[in-house]
């Protein structure tokens, strides 16, 4: 209290602050209260200082007023930045999702089979080997250099095989070494043997091992990828796992990205997942774009997306775009993240366009009770008022952009009069009813997203 | 050169989409302007990306975008300002050849039916600048240059790059270091975008028109910055991006990184981003390297047929520059080749490197023996062939040198694509696969014997162990 900036008197004005009564000591103080308190103060003062100044003008200088004025003027900027702070916290909300949990220990792994690996079977018997003192020993070491650096590719492509061991070590190495290098080298190298133009070497690439989806979908369970239970907020789940050691996205899940990627590049050439697989694996790749720590991998988890989708024909697609929307709409939580959810999706070509769409309506269906018709979602829609002080503008907002998203990506929707006047009707409320005096957190970003929306319809009739 | 204006979007998609950053200045959160700015971005990917027949966004919503990826320091901004700037330059090319419609109706040269013809998009948005430098004039264009790079600019990023492995392996990573990588890479597709078409119709014409009015060219005659700094610059951010992914094991859950720390997710998702970014930019450094290389040669091309004028100047080599370099710096020798990914280049280089070490005499008697084949890997790896010539040229680089670059210079034979390595194989006797096999297995048990004490190195044996395995497939 030493320090505080009205303390001229300091006795009267502890003995009246309210800030030290008991009764308010006991609950929570919160930033209203002490702005009540802090006004309540400064009116105290500047009575005070009025009275003093009629008293003793001849003491009062003018640099301890303004010294004064300052500090005060200070705090009142403090306070009001914190209030604004503390009203924007809730105001925008940040998606985000903890997809990774605790890892576990990943699958031991010996390159035992080394000896029976025909590269090093057949380089054995040469006569060179004086000069590279080639052993069973130093023989891993030296082939994690001839990965690294590149050779060991030439080699399988001029032997036109891929062996087992190699197969199996490089894709161990690939989604569990703890070494970039390492894993992005067997990445480097996997993706080029599945992909290999057949141009250079007329013969066919021999893979003498594949592996499966449950080899891809185990190394997810050991990155500790949530995939059974519902997906969590990151705040609350941080607060659960947050001193755990071994949390959060693991190291190899690029590597990881990239090799699904390829395989379903590969679809003509190797086999590796079925189009059942391959629709999890979409829904996968959109959980991990929901988690931030993330983001900076998003231009690989795009591509592999991308990869994902036109891995299916277009028969193929109708039945499994459906599929994938209904699955994500089911583990997004109502919130932010399900914008997030359909944000992320590339809407580059006619496939992934269908799935926004698709993801968007299953999402918005989500939100209300034994509505299963497209009509009847937008009904529900214009039926609610704006103006009524509890309605949600969050979800208004929410709304808004699902149904754009719904709407924008389905070429289908143009022929649907009905729909679209009703999709009208709900943006001239949204852009109406909501009066630009509102106070309500959200009410300017649905006024202003409706009118934008507006423009754009009105525009092209 | 065909030109072509750009359909000028409607006013009102332009208003209203820019409508969505001016809201900003409403409210003073961060994250509100974050929001805001996220949402124009997603409005111009729906307003201009997604219907099928879009024109281009209008160059202010260009500059917008651009200035996002320029100054933001959220991830989420950063990446998606990035995306859309390239899939916008994919969508909507300011440079493309289109095959001329009058081609039929005129046909001049009946053996060539089809011409290709340059279309520049006139007036068209690029993030680099050319103005001269004189201040005032800056001052008025302001608006219409914009957030736009000059030549010194460009040349200072490529300066930052070098230091990212610095920054990043401090401990308060930030966005900087990413942002920048990523700022490159997309300027470097668009010196790719403007500089493919231009040097396509060159090859086609002859008109260096075409290439001395690309961007890159420009950048490279710029009075503003040092050509040879340039060169410089991106040798080392080469060397020190590689050298960073080799290096780097950076597990995120080491124990330091690993505590609740306020800025730990936000460090985690910088971290995680991080190898695959930096590989990125190794490769569009090389990529610019690669483009300033091809203009030399075409320049070389336009010069000899007498189309360059004095204006055009004169500039030494790439290709030169970077052999000096490699001369005078040895450190950069090793991971500069480790990181070159273009085996014809690789080759090239390194032949050409050698030569400069290979005794006089020796290449005298190969020609006089008829042969003229010594400027060739086959006609270099000969010369490591007896003790003598080998024994000279490791007197002058060391034993060490001699077998990095020939295994290197290994490498990217291996690694040319079949039309190459055929034309090696049948133009030139020599360089057919198992002799190069043969005598990479020669050059090292020779350079092994002129230096008993210290024992091949790793990469070394790699090669060894790779020419006696296609030795033995070949027979």
Known sequence: ?461 | MGTKRRRGGDGGMEENTMAILDTSCFSKSTQHIADDRLSFLEAVRSGFLVPENASAPTNKMYKAIFQILKVENSLDLIMSSYQLLLELDKRFPQVYLSVAENSESSSPSPSSPQRNELVVVEEAWFPFSFGPDVSSCEKQDLDKVGGSLDATAFLLLIEDLAKVADEANSKTLDSKPLRNMLLFQYLVNVLEGDFVPRNLAFTESLDWIYLRESLLNMILVSRKIAYKGLIQNCLSAICELSQFSMDCSHDMRSPETGSAEVTGKRHTAFAIALPEIVKCTCVAVQKLLLMIIELDSSKKTADMDGRTTRVDGVRTPAIEMILDELTYDKNILFPFFQALDKPRLKLDMIVQYLLKYIPKTSVRTRRSNGSTNDSTFGGVLKCFSNGNSTKSIVKKISTEVAELLLAQAFQAYISLPSQHSTEYKEDIAGNSLPEICNNMISAFTCLKKTDEHTGILPFGKEALFTAAIMLSRSS
């Not at chain 1, 005060?72 to 903890?98: A, N």
């Not at chain 1, 070590?169 to 080029?192: D, G, I, P």
């Not at chain 1, 959060?248 to 679809?267: D, E, L, M, T």
């Not at chain 1, 996968?284 to 991308?306: A, F, K, Y």
């Open chain 1, 1 to 461: 209290m030493e320090e505080d900036p009205f303390d001229f008197e300091s006795d009267v004005l502890l003995a009246t602050s309210p800030i030290v009564a008991p009764n308010q000591r006991r609950k929570v103080i919160g930033l209203d209260d002490l702005l009540v308190d802090h006004y309540k103060e400064k009116n105290r003062v500047t009575e005070r200082e009025s009275k003093l100044a009629k008293t003793k003008k001849t003491y009062n200088s003018d640099d301890e007023e303004d010294g004064r004025v300052a500090k005060l003027s200070k705090y009142v900027d403090e306070c009001h930045e914190k209030m604004t702070q503390l009203s924007d916290e809730d105001d925008v909300s940040i998606w985000g999702l903890q997809v990774f949990g605790n890892q576990k220990s990943p699958p031991s792994f010996v390159f035992s089979d080394l000896p029976s690996c025909s590269l090093f079977h057949s380089f054995m018997g040469l006569e060179v080997n004086s000069l590279i003192e080639l052993s069973t020993e130093s023989g891993e070491m030296f082939f994690e250099g001839l990965l690294t650096n590149g050779w060991l590719l030439k080699l399988v492509c001029k032997c036109g095989e891929v062996d087992k061991p190699i197969a199996t070590w490089t894709f161990h190495l690939m989604l569990y070494s703890s070494k970039e290098v390492l894993r992005s080298a067997a990445v480097n190298f996997w993706c080029a043997i599945l992909l290999l133009k057949n141009e250079d070497e007329p013969r066919f690439l021999k893979i003498d091992w594949l592996p499966s989806y449950s080899e891809l979908k185990g190394a997810l369970e050991t990155y500790g990828f949530l995939l059974h239970s519902p997906l969590e907020d990151s705040s609350d789940a941080e607060m659960v796992l947050g001193d755990s050691e071994c949390m959060g996205s693991p190291q190899n899940i690029v590597a990881w990205i990239k090799f699904v990627a390829a395989c379903s590049q590969a679809r003509n050439t190797h086999f590796i997942f079925s189009t059942s697989e391959a629709e999890e694996l979409v829904v996968v790749i959109i959980c991990l774009l929901l988690d931030r720590q993330l983001l900076g991998l998003s231009v690989d988890l795009n591509e592999c997306m991308l990869s994902l989708i036109n891995f299916f024909t277009d028969d193929e697609w109708s039945s499994s775009c459906a599929k994938v929307a209904k699955s994500v709409a089911l583990r997004v939580p109502l919130d932010i993240n399900s914008l997030r959810a359909v944000d992320c999706i590339p809407a580059v070509c006619g496939h992934i366009k269908h799935l926004r769409s698709a993801i968007a309506f299953q999402i918005l269906l989500g939100y209300f009770d034994k509505v299963e018709d497209d009509e009847e979602v937008i009904r529900q829609l214009t039926l609610i008022n704006l103006k009524d002080k509890s309605c949600d503008l969050f979800k208004i907002y929410i709304y808004l952009v699902l149904t754009e998203n719904w709407f924008l990506y389905n070429p289908a929707i143009k022929d649907k009069p009905l729909l679209n006047e009703m999709w009208g009707l709900y943006l001239r409320n949204c852009s109406c009813q909501i009066n630009i005096t509102d106070t309500r957190s959200y009410a300017s970003k649905v006024r202003s997203k409706a009118s934008y929306l507006l423009q754009g319809t009105t525009d092209k009739s």
